[in-house]
């Protein structure tokens, strides 16, 4: 911790009026102007944890304005992170002398003014658009020029959202880092612990592990497995009807496909809002196609936006009085012509008739209907004003709790969610925008909007907020396409799309009708089965190179993924004794440089010293993660696959010197000696 220093906090609060600028040291407790700081630090693993109490004098009320604690990190800094303000939010690492603009002005004021989007935090923050100068919530780190890491993070959300600025030198040599709390409308009338989080220095997976470990909410329902699944949206978007889900659903079972999760999204509902009742493309109501899915073995999965409601809604109509209001009325929480019928509002959720209405449609579509997981939208619209004496974070925090609790046993996967007010919260998280059917939105690029839908703004966000998943819910990627029809992806993105989501994702989806897919491509989805829990051990990006170590099981891995449109030059790991295999190059050694060109990647499995291991198969994403045991007579081997191996290629075995007969599963195996090893393959069809 030598190198990070504690430098001060400052708050400002208004009591009867009065307003109060204050520093405070965080070395020791301080009096200030009708109360106290308190402050709890405690040495952990890499780092500090620190809890920090405002203590209101008694009849004494706190109105907060700011409240944040300074550190100067002295150690030359090569990238910084800090991760956006809610699931949309594009999120990456990024270089000093890199700026981050606020959203182009003339856009903003327009979106503002009209309340047209208001997905991110251009209507509550601002950004000074200055080199080295970066904002962002509840979680943000440096990688040093020594490989180690500074992480900041937060311990909880309850009390709001946990801002993170940073300021680094723009030659990289030091930064100042400022955590503090987005407190406006938070009142404090008791002792409150206002702020706490871990900052620690150290390896990246010691720092992220003591992060981890020190989070004070605990999971739901202990750990949850990574899931496969097909949802609606993006083939058909709000076009569904009964046919075209049970159409979907038949290709699935008609193959014999594993999935886990067949998800109803968007577009069965009679109105955004109106959750009781579906629309009358979906006449038979749903509980008949849940017991259809539930019937095949997928569990039935449905989208709702359970904090937001359409102005042609009943409940709009009906409930005026649901409906967030601020002084200038009603608080539009967005505007969406397309899909729905116009502006769509947030809900007040303090409001007991809300939750009284929640509590009986989440009864009705979880034990009357029978869904066993439902994703829930635009969640970040509960919190749109601070209210109630509560900041923006804290009712999204308590909007998070009480989903928590309506959703009780079942799997929730949350989506348009500040993701801090989510952590163990829901089992599973998107944790990036909206695929598109094409690349990139350039327009919106170009007006840096950072939620907008587009392709490689999701799988950016996904490698870069890789450190969540597992810590505080399987990160959802978004989906994949591979199908021909119905979108502008070329076959090259497509394929990393498919890659990138299989490596960094625990729930990986498609909307895909598999009945259009080709022999190849029925392959090619093929080839990520079984889903297996990928362990990334280390990710260096490069201007859209990505180098990822990996672990599935025991078996390391290391992928190269390029997503510029350039060519790239790449290295493999090690030295010549390191051997590695993938299906495209073949066996190569350490050392071996590759070109990799535009929108492809490699993904190799590292050869084991020992002999009869396996050294990679064909046929899959991620050579030999099918493999579950490998017995060996004299020469005769036995290979089992594991459960859900959809198709069965080559396998390439490593034998001892010399070898020259062996039987694998009773083919009789071609011998090669390349770079001293000695290796046996067979058709295991
Ligand atoms: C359903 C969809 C899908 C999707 C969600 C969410 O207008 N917009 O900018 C916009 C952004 C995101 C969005 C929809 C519209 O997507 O992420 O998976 O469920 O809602 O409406």
Known sequence: MADIENKKGVL??????????????LEENSRIPHGHIMLKQEEVP???????????????????????????????????????????????????????????????????????????????????????????????????????????GTLTEKTGYTIIRSQVETDGSMAEVSIGKDCIGMQLHASTEILSFYIGNGREAE?????????????????????????????????????????NLKSFTDRGIPIDVFQIDDGWQGAVGDWLKTNDKFPNGLAQIAREIKKVGYIPGLWLAPFIAEESSFLCRDHADWILRDEHGLVRAGYNPFNWSGNFYGLNIDHPEVKEYLRMVFRTVLEIWGFGMVKL??????????RNGKSRGQIMYEGMEFLQEITADKLMMACGVPLGSAFRKAEYCRIGSDAALTWEDKRLKLLRYRERVSTI????????????????????????????????????????????????????????????????????????????????????????????????????????????????????????????????SGLGQGGWQFKLKGYDFLC?????????????TTGRLFPASEIDQ???????????????????????????????????????????VQFGITTGRASLI
């Open 630 to 672: 490998v017995f060996n007579e004299e020469n005769e081997l036995t290979i089992t696959f594991k459960e859900g191996t959809l198709l069965a290629g080559d396998v390439i075995v490593r034998l001892p010197k010399g070898t020259e007969i062996c039987m694998i599963n009773n083919n009789s195996a071609l011998i090669e």
């Open 12 to 25: 400002s609060y208004r009591i009867d009026g009065v307003l109060y600028n204050k520093s405070f040291s």
């Open 207 to 247: 720092v992220f592990k003591s992060w981890e470990n020190n989070f004070t909410e605990r999971r739901k329902q202990g750990k949850s497995a990574t899931i496969s699944g097909w949802t609606s949206w993006y083939n058909h978007y709000e076009k569904i009807d009964e046919q075209i889900i049970l159409r």
């Open 377 to 386: 939208d635009f969640l970040y619209a509960a919190a749109l004003v601070p």
């Open 604 to 616: 190799f499995s590292k050869v084991q010293v020992r002999p009869w291991s396996v050294v990679g």
């Open 46 to 152: 890499t780092g500090r944890l620190f809890h920090i109490v405002i203590e209101p004098d008694k009849k004494a009320v706190f109105s907060m304005e700011h409240f944040a604690v300074t550190f100067a990190v002295h150690k030359p800094i090569k990238k910084c992170f800090l991760n956006g303000f809610q699931t949309w939010s594009e999120s990456s690492e990024c270089s000093p002398w890199n700026t981050q603009k606020q959203m182009n002005p003339v856009f903003s004021h327009w979106i503002t003014k009209y309340q047209l989007k208001k997905y991110g935090d251009q209507h509550f923050m601002s950004y000074s658009g200055k080199p080295g100068e970066f904002l962002g919530y509840s979680y943000g780190y440096f990688r040093h020029t020594d490989e180690t890491i500074t992480l900041a």
């Open 457 to 584: 703004n999701s799988l950016t966000s996904t490698i870069g907020r890789h450190h969540l998943h597992k810590r505080f819910f399987q990160n959802d990627p978004d989906v994949f396409i591979l199908r021909d029809e119905n979108n502008k992806l070329s076959h090259d993105k497509k394929e990393v799309l498919f890659f990138v989501n299989n490596l960094f994702g625990g729930l990986v989806f498609t909307s895909d009708d598999i009945n259009t897919y080709s022999e190849n491509q029925l392959k090619q989805y093929y080839s990520s089965f079984p889903m297996t829990e990928k362990n990334i051990l280390s990710v260096v990006s490069d201007k859209g190179l990505y180098t990822v170590d990996f672990q599935i099981g025991k078996r390391s891995y290391a992928a190269y993924i390029n997503v510029s449109g350039e060519f790239r030059k790449i290295t493999l790991q090690g030295d010549t004794g390191t051997g590695w295999y993938s299906e495209k």
